[in-house]
Each structure stands twice: as structure tokens, then as C-alpha cells.
């Protein structure tokens, strides 16, 4: 049973418009999550998280939401531009573990110019 | 050399060969990680080194054999695999194991395993 579901396997942008990309999670110990983002031919890189204590992070354009009463998190892209196009894993971690984290299945987000 | 080097990045192996996954990390940390990636699952851990010391194992079948000779390379050995074990090897490190919050994983770009 998947913990952590990304429901939508892709999702289309126009470039600069803004791209949300949706996360669920089941799991009511988990208190840490993180977006990461892949390129193919390249290993997933860290993008931004947040702590069950926030219900938001913002790191230049991208802001990530956390609902913990819905168990829901997103990811907000804006303005969204080509260079965004990949892959994005959610991930979640209870007691802010590494070696617990659980992952989704990812999001192909496709920016088109 | 930076971040998390991974070797071979494509490697095609028959069902009774034996072949070798390395990983080398530049980054100083004390934490490496093998996960597999396998179509339109998500990340699977495989195993966890802490200070060379393997930590974690979730119940990954014997012919997956990792080792750790020091805290910048981690090796997995393969043997007797299935075409089922075909899939995306990644390896990642952090700073520290029990934390995610100040030290994220960082990734290899990952081995391309296809078992013939």
C-alpha cells in the first residue's frame, strides 16, 4: 500500500503560468517532507521541503503547501519556465528520518513555450 | 570530481553473470543509500551505510549484496538476478542518516540495469 501518492503521472503548463503539482500521503507520522526533481539520464536533486510545524515554504518561485488535516502537500511553481520540465518526486519522513523516507511515483511536468 | 559519481551508468547482464554497481561520493558525508527505481514505482530503499556500518537492509533478496569499505564508496554486487531486477540503481549519500531536515539525500545520476 502506497503511503505517499502523486495521483496525476503528468501534467501539461503553458510557460508562465503556474504549475501545481498535488501530493497525498497516508500516513499520520509523518511530519517532514521534500520535493525532488529529475532530469532524465540524471539522479533525482533536492528542491525544498517543509516541517509539520509550517503549512508553507516559499523558496524563489516555488512554494510548497502542506494541509496535514487533508494529509495533502503541493508544490507550486510560478512563473513556470522550460528549464522546469522533469520529473518530480514527493517524499515523506517521520522523526525527520533519511532512511525512512518514502517516495511517490512522480509527476512528468511538461512546460510548453 | 563532485557530488555523487555513479558507475557504469547502462549495464546489460545475463541471469548467471556477476557484475558490480559502484558508487563514489565527494561530498564528505557519513551516510550512502542504495535505492531501485523500477517503471512507475516509486523509490525503493534498498540499503543503508552509516560510518560504513550497514544499517538498514528492507528485505532485499540475497543476490543484491552491498558493501561499504569506507565512507566515500559504496559497491553493490549482484548475482544470479532476474529479469525483474531489471531497473534504475541509484545511489545517494547525506550528511546524516537520522536527519532529512538539515541534510537531504543527494543522488547519483544512477545504473541503467537490464537482466537478459
Known amino acids: 500500500d502506497q503511503q505517499v501518492k502523486q495521483n496525476s503521472p503528468s501534467l501539461s503548463v503553458q510557460e508562465g503560468r503556474i504549475s501545481i503539482l498535488n501530493c497525498d500521503y497516508t500516513?499520520?507520522?509523518?511530519?517532514?517532507f521534500l520535493w525532488y526533481k529529475k532530469y532524465p539520464a540524471e539522479g533525482p536533486t533536492f528542491l525544498i521541503s517543509i516541517s509539520s510545524i509550517k503549512d508553507k515554504n516559499e523558496d524563489g518561485r516555488f512554494t510548497v503547501f502542506l494541509n496535514k488535516s487533508a494529509k495533502h502537500l503541493s508544490l507550486h511553481i510560478v512563473p513556470s519556465q522550460p528549464g522546469d520540465s522533469a520529473v518530480y518526486f514527493c517524499?515523506?519522513?517521520?522523526?525527520?528520518?533519511?532512511?525512512?523516507?518514502?517516495f511517490g511515483t512522480g509527476t512528468r511536468l511538461t512546460i510548453i513555450p | 570530481e563532485t557530488g555523487v559519481t555513479q558507475t557504469p551508468r547502462h549495464l546489460v547482464m545475463g541471469m548467471t553473470n556477476k557484475k558490480s554497481l559502484k558508487c563514489e561520493q565527494h561530498l564528505g558525508h557519513n551516510a550512502m543509500y542504495w535505492y531501485k527505481q523500477s517503471a512507475k514505482k516509486p523509490l525503493e530503499l534498498m540499503f543503508v551505510y552509516s560510518l560504513e556500518e550497514r544499517v538498514e537492509n528492507n528485505s532485499v533478496p540475497s543476490r543484491f549484496s552491498p558493501e561499504c569499505p569506507n565512507s566515500s564508496h559504496l559497491f553493490l554486487h549482484l548475482h544470479t538476478l532476474q529479469p525483474e531486477d531489471s531497473a534504475l540503481y541509484l545511489c545517494?549519500?547525506?550528511?546524516?542518516?537520522?536527519?532529512?531536515?538539515?541534510?537531504?539525500?543527494?543522488f547519483g545520476n544512477g545504473t541503467r540495469l537490464t537482466v537478459t
Open positions: 517524499a515523506a519522513s517521520a522523526n525527520f528520518g533519511n532512511e525512512k523516507l518514502t
Open positions: 500516513n499520520s507520522m509523518f511530519d517532514y
Open positions: 545517494a549519500s547525506s550528511q546524516d542518516r537520522q536527519s532529512s531536515y538539515n541534510s537531504p539525500l543527494h
